[in-house]
Antibody, heavy 117, light 108 residues
Framework: QVQLVESGGGLVKPGGSLRLSCAAS????????MSWIRQAPGKGLEWLSY????????YYADSVKGRFTVSRDNAKNTLFLQMNSLRAEDTAVYYC??????????WGQGTLVTVSS | IVLTQSPGTLSLSPGERATLSCRAS???????VAWYQQKPGQAPRLLIY???SRATGIPDRFSGSGSGTDFTLTISRLEPEDFAVYYC??????????FGGGTKVEIK
């Protein structure tokens, strides 16, 4: 079955870095755009970025532009999110999802990133 | 484009009908409107795409409608497993994806 599994979350100090991974299985990874979406504790959903199937084009939300970098390894069916210069407001559950709009389906189970000193 | 969902919370009993609203700040193609369900501790799940098409495996008590700036998700008869938070989402050019603030459907 189609499955996305995120990993790499944890506790990091303000200004620090973290790299998230999203392992995909059950579908042809190279056929699909992929996205990262986050959800701060008790809040709504915020789309962060998408990457095209080949990785040639990437779009970022203004809130993370210049600090976050998305990449993919199509040989390993894995999506990445490199997060630098982390701030307290980046604390959230980070989801990867297949697609880049108009729909996101499915989503991974999410990985929690906590930015705190 | 900003999506405003109302009400923020809907208190209903099982078996009742739920009507959730999503209003866009400017006209959106219905092709690019989706609805998601999120239960506590879980990832969102796609319910409706293209404003009115049910995703695979979604029961027919869920329906979507609307056009232009006003879109609606209707749950015809609430089942216990339907109590959750629901988000609408639109796809556009910049940014490509935005979500509404969500509507919580809670047990009355």
């Amino acid at each position: 079955q189609v499955q996305l599994v995120e990993s790499g979350g944890g506790l990091v100090k303000p200004g620090g870095s973290l790299r998230l991974s999203c392992a995909a299985s059950g579908f042809t990874f190279t056929d699909h755009y992929m996205s990262w979406i986050r959800q701060a504790p008790g809040k709504g959903l915020e789309w962060l970025s998408y990457i095209t199937s080949s990785g040639d084009n990437i779009y970022y939300a203004d809130s993370v532009k210049g600090r976050f970098t998305v990449s993919r390894d199509n040989a390993k069916n894995t999506l990445f999110l490199q997060m630098n210069s982390l701030r307290a407001e980046d604390t959230a559950v980070y989801y990867c999802a297949r697609g880049a709009g108009p729909i996101f389906d499915p989503w991974g189970q999410g990985t929690l990133v906590t930015v705190s000193s | 484009i900003v999506l405003t969902q109302s009400p923020g919370t809907l208190s209903l009993s099982p078996g009742e009908r739920a009507t959730l609203s999503c209003r866009a700040s400017q006209s959106v193609s219905s092709t690019y409107v989706a609805w998601y369900q999120q239960k506590p501790g879980q990832a969102p799940r796609l319910l409706i795409y293209a404003a009115s098409s049910r995703a695979t495996g979604i029961p027919d008590r869920f329906s979507g409608s609307g056009s232009g700036t006003d879109f609606t998700l209707t749950i015809s008869r609430l089942e216990p497993e339907d109590f959750a938070v629901y988000y609408c989402q639109q796809y556009g050019s910049s940014p490509p994806g935005t979500f509404g603030g969500g509507t919580k459907v809670e047990i009355k």
